[in-house]
């Protein structure tokens, strides 16, 4: 049942983030509980302590209503423990659904009590649960957050010379755009200079020189 209702659950949109890693975010409240009434089915005065009539003392139409009677008393009964059954089931997946949504307000508030670099001191609780120091898996815990650590700080400064070299790059490409912007515009205005005096001498303008192209801003990689 769990099996099928966590398939189900990954297939919905509004629920769908109980079976999967995305953050549980304070707008999503959990799930009101629905209790349904009991089921509104013809009640039945059948019970199986019930004296067995002596049936020498009935005629066969009498039997037979007897028979027809107890026939429809037994399926009201069927059809009472078939809906009970159903609020049965009804009720124990919205006890499995509020329960996933519980664990994973767990798993929020647990992240939200480490703050932001709890891993400082030697972990006590990795994963919310006591450990007894000199067993081997809380050992092996903590070799991983030591070597997360490392991994961490490593990762820190790569992105910190990252960063600098970008700086850098971005600095020498400020420099060169400016030096291409202002070439530009002294070839611009010799250009426009050479144009007033063919004009001035005559000259047709399809014998004019192309005016002059402005370089592209050069990328980071091509500096």
């Not at 009434?37 to 002596?54: D, E, L, M, Q, Y």
């Not at 972990?123 to 007894?132: A, I, R, Y």
């Not at 050992?139 to 650590?149: F, N, P, R, S």
């Not at 010799?190 to 303008?205: L, N, P, S, T, W």
Request: aromatic share 6%; glycine share 4%; net charge positive.
């Amino acid at each position: 049942m769990v099996r099928i209702l966590i398939s189900r659950l990954s297939s919905t949109s509004s629920r769908s983030f109980l079976v999967s890693e995305s953050p549980l975010r304070s707008d999503i409240p959990i799930q009101v509980p629905i209790l349904e009434p009991s089921a509104s089915h013809p009640t039945s005065t059948f019970t199986i302590t019930r004296a067995i009539p002596n049936v020498a003392e009935y005629a066969k139409e009498q039997l037979a209503a007897i028979i027809t009677g107890l026939a429809s008393q037994l399926r009201n009964v069927q059809v009472l423990l078939l809906a009970c059954d159903g609020q049965i089931t009804h009720l124990q997946a919205q006890l499995i659904i509020q329960n996933m949504h519980l664990l994973k307000l767990n798993k929020t508030l647990q992240i939200k009590e480490k703050g932001k670099d709890s891993d400082a001191h030697l972990q006590l609780f990795l994963g919310g649960f006591w450990h007894v120091l000199t067993n081997d898996d809380f050992i092996v815990l903590q070799e991983e957050v030591k070597a997360w650590k490392v991994t961490k700080e490593v990762q820190k400064r790569q992105k910190k010379v990252k960063k600098e070299n970008k700086q850098v790059l971005l600095a020498e490409q400020k420099c060169q755009w400016e030096l291409i912007h202002k070439h530009h515009e002294e070839v611009t205005t010799a250009y426009k200079e050479e144009c007033v005096r063919f004009k001035a001498h005559g000259v047709k303008r399809n014998g004019w020189p192309k005016a002059p192209k402005h370089q592209r801003k050069p990328t980071l990689d091509e500096i």
